[in-house]
């Protein structure tokens, strides 16, 4: 029974990273697609081409969870690499200055408009 028990142990610890790692991309995903929709924060700041660029990426990603729900960890951590790929150099041109010092004669207070990358998207969205 005991070595049931363990030799069951490594497939359920096994099973659970897989789980976990498709659970990463599905919310990732999700979270992007509610965020380019929000008129108000990201969606109203992404031009158009960018907006589709990154819905584009976010459907395919989201098509091939439904139909390889039994792939591998490595897979789902692939196709999250692959989405990251696509969406953050459009994130980071849109918030280029975000992360860094103010520029000489600027006011290190930002006011409401002037959210960070931070802020818009929190860790659990961007694992860098």
């Not at 897989?18 to 697609?33: P, Q, T």
């Not at 696509?86 to 006011?111: D, F, H, M, N, T």
Request: include cysteine; proline fraction near 5%; charged fraction near 40%.
């Amino acid at each position: 029974m005991v070595n049931d028990a363990e030799r069951f142990a490594d497939d359920d610890k096994k099973l659970k990273e897989r789980i976990d790692v498709r659970n990463e991309l599905e919310s990732y995903a999700y979270s992007l697609k509610n965020q380019i929709g929000d008129k108000e924060k990201l969606g109203g700041k992404l031009s158009d081409e960018d907006k589709e660029i990154i819905e584009k990426a976010v459907e395919e990603k989201i098509e091939w969870m439904e139909s390889h729900q039994e792939a591998e960890r490595e897979d789902f951590q692939a196709k999250k690499k692959e989405l990251e790929e696509v969406v953050q150099p459009i994130i980071s041109k849109l918030y280029g200055s975000a992360g860094g010092p103010p520029p000489e004669g600027a006011s290190e207070a930002s006011g409401p408009e002037q959210q960070t990358e931070e802020q818009l998207f929190p860790q659990s969205c961007f694992l860098y």
